[in-house]
């Protein structure tokens, strides 16, 4: 870009280095245009303005920026970018300064017309000027327009206005106030189509409308005004967040109570049926030495009646001598056999059965505690005592057979455990706390995969998990709608991070940032 001099020729330049200075400066002008426009939407959505005691972006531009056109200029930037940022990439190109979108702002809301009307102008000329757009939006969206109901035209009330709001599907038309307003904050605006429309003052610009747009204030009472909107939208903010934390708070409370009672519920169940199986068990020993002394008391009628029915004749001493000698032969034949099978119970204890081992022993156990028992065998406790795996002690048999007694449904309760999906370590503890005392027992009765899941579930407790990118995360707070949706941390900005939502692949948003706390880790229904 050339800098041009008074003293300077207009040979010495050169018609080359001047064309290429002007095309220069005209690049430029669009570039910086379509800078500040970035810069000032940088300025609004992080309120920097507040940094310069300006109440609202508003106010700022009509103090710093009023000799560039203030607040409308802002407006009339903002509409073209956000034009330009509608249309795809090869055709954003063709539009070169913000004052050629005007007449294709009221394509926005239409995307597929807006890209027809710039195609369709692109086509006649590489770079359009504001004229073949305004001409290509008409062929595309043409304005029908209605036949005057009167050919006298009524006395005009004031001067032409014109639509001066982005937002307003007539912008930058131009009209006549024909009829009296019916109110103080709009007008009945009549436009050359024939077309009539109830416009706000607001929407209409200013010199042209001779009615106040909005109750004007003192200054002290507008900075007063301003004060309490601010103190009322901050109260605002207060309650709702105290009444999220509430909700949320009571929510919590509420379902650790449930589960606080169901655990107190399940505790006191279990401790019912394990004094039923004690007593059930306690029941079950004493009718298994009953059945043994009735089985020895029949034993003993039949030898008696052999030895009566004997054909040897015999006085009555010899007959009590005979019978004692043959009670003695027979005790002591029962205690070799006795203590034979005690003896091949520790062999079986040194190689258990390979099919259901552990509840083989524990029966075995049983059964040679009750005949140590009855016969007062100190033999048959310590083979007991073997096979069970406890000291050679009644009361230590009898409270390890009641452990052992557990092992079935300790397995059953494990399995249950870790075959439901998205099992966690807390899951299996508040189960596996319960057998503690049998770990050993019961970890033997586990298969392999079962004991890695074990072991795999304990090391990922013990490492917190942290919301990172590529986290499968979703909202934390259950009262928003995104609590139940899907999304995929994309990238880290420190104390928050950017998520891509999966229901928002459709729509032109499609990610947004939040803060770690604002998150959890997204789990399957």
């Known amino acids: 870009m050339l800098t041009l001099d008074c003293s300077e020729t207009t040979s010495a330049i050169g018609y080359s280095n001047l064309n290429i200075s002007i095309q220069e400066t005209f690049a430029a002008i669009g570039r910086f245009e379509w800078q500040v426009s970035d810069e000032l939407r940088l300025m609004r959505d992080n309120k920097y303005y507040r940094d310069g005691t300006y109440t609202s972006f508003e106010d700022y531009c009509e103090s710093e920026l009023t000799k560039h056109g203030g607040y409308r200029k802002v407006k009339d930037l903002f509409a073209a970018k956000r034009v330009v940022e509608t249309l795809p990439e090869d055709l954003r190109g063709k539009i070169t300064k913000p004052s050629q979108t005007r ?4 394509l926005v809301k239409t995307p597929d017309k807006l890209q027809e009307a710039v195609a369709i102008a692109a086509k006649e000329k590489p770079f359009p000027t504001a004229a073949d757009f305004a001409k290509a939006v008409q062929q595309v969206a043409p304005i029908v327009k209605r036949a005057a109901k009167s050919e006298n035209p009524k ?24 009829a009296d ?36 204030y003192p200054v002290e009472y507008t900075e007063a005004i301003t004060a309490l909107e601010e103190q009322h939208k901050q109260e605002l903010e207060r309650l ?35 004094e039923q199986n004690i007593q059930l068990q306690q029941r079950l020993d004493e009718m298994e030495g ?17 030895l009566e029915n004997s054909k040897e004749p015999r006085t009555g001493q010899d007959w009590g ?30 190689e258990p059965p390979k099919e259901n081992a552990q509840e083989c022993l524990r029966l075995m156990g049983m059964a040679l505690k009750n005949l140590a028992t009855a016969m007062n065998n100190t033999q048959a406790f310590e083979a007991a005592a073997i096979i069970l795996g406890s000291e050679p002690i009644p009361s230590a048999i009898a409270y390890r057979a009641e452990q052992l007694s557990m092992l079935p449904q300790a397995v059953s309760d494990i399995r249950s ?13 508040a189960v596996a706390q319960e057998y503690e005392v049998i770990k050993s027992d019961y970890w033997t009765e586990l298969s392999t995969e079962e004991t890695d899941l074990i072991t795999a579930l304990q090391k990922a407790s ?13 909202h934390a707070d259950p009262y928003r709608t995104l609590y139940v949706e899907r999304g995929e941390v994309m990238q880290d900005l420190g104390e928050e991070v950017v998520v891509a939502w999966d229901h928002w692949r459709n729509q032109p948003k499609k990610t947004d940032r939040y803060f770690r706390d604002e998150l959890r880790f997204w789990q399957p229904e």
């Open 103 to 106: 007449s294709l702002l009221r």
């Open 155 to 178: 006395t005009q009330l004031c001067n032409s206005v014109t639509v001066s709001s982005l937002s307003h599907p007539r912008y930058g038309d131009s009209g006549v106030i024909e």
């Open 181 to 216: 307003a019916p109110n103080h904050w709009q007008q009945i605006v009549t436009f050359p189509d024939g077309e009539r429309l109830l416009v706000n003052n607001a929407d209409l610009d200013a010199p042209s409308v001779p009615f106040p747009r909005e109750r004007t």
């Open 240 to 274: 709702s967040q105290e009444m999220r934390i509430g909700l949320q708070t009571e929510a919590t409370a509420r379902a650790e109570a449930q589960v606080q009672e169901q655990i107190q519920s399940l505790q006191q169940l279990f401790k019912q049926q394990k």
């Open 290 to 306: 009953l059945r043994k002394l009735e089985t020895e008391n029949q034993q003993l009628r039949q030898r008696i009646q052999d």
């Open 321 to 350: 001598n005979t019978y004692t000698q043959q009670g003695a032969k027979a005790l002591n034949k029962k205690v070799p056999q006795a203590l034979e099978k005690t003896i091949d119970l520790r062999s079986l204890a040194q």
């Open 417 to 429: 455990v870790l075959a439901k999906p998205g099992c966690t370590w807390q899951d299996y503890l």
């Open 462 to 474: 013990s490492q917190p998990d942290t919301i990172g990118i590529g986290s499968i995360v979703a």
